[in-house]
């Protein structure tokens, strides 16, 4: 029985999220399949959320390098235009 496991959750129903959780939790049939779908779904958000952050970093250092500058409207000015290296980077991605 090592495959199965069981986790002894506690809600403090005074605190707001912890009884919006439980009623939640206590309404759904399948708590456990349910609660395996959030916790993925969760993570799964979380991780493309700090990958986004990455590359947002990664993009905001090339601009910084590179001196990149434009115009109100996000237009690059013709001696600030992106190298064809930048958009390959982000195909390779």
């Known amino acids: 029985m090592d495959e199965i496991k069981r986790l002894n959750l506690s809600f403090n129903l005074q605190r707001e999220n912890d009884r919006n959780a439980y009623n939640i ?10 609660i395996i779908k959030a916790v993925l779904a969760y993570e799964g958000v979380t991780q493309e959320e700090k990958d986004l952050k990455r590359i947002k970093r990664a993009i905001r250092e090339v601009i910084k390098e590179m001196n990149l500058t434009a115009d109100k409207n996000c237009y690059f000015t013709d001696e600030s235009q992106i190298p064809d290296e930048v958009f390959q980077i982000f195909d390779s991605i």
Do not use: E, L, P, V
């Not at 939790?25 to 349910?34: D, E, G, N, V």
């Open 25 to 34: 939790i206590k309404s759904k049939r399948q708590k456990t399949a349910y």
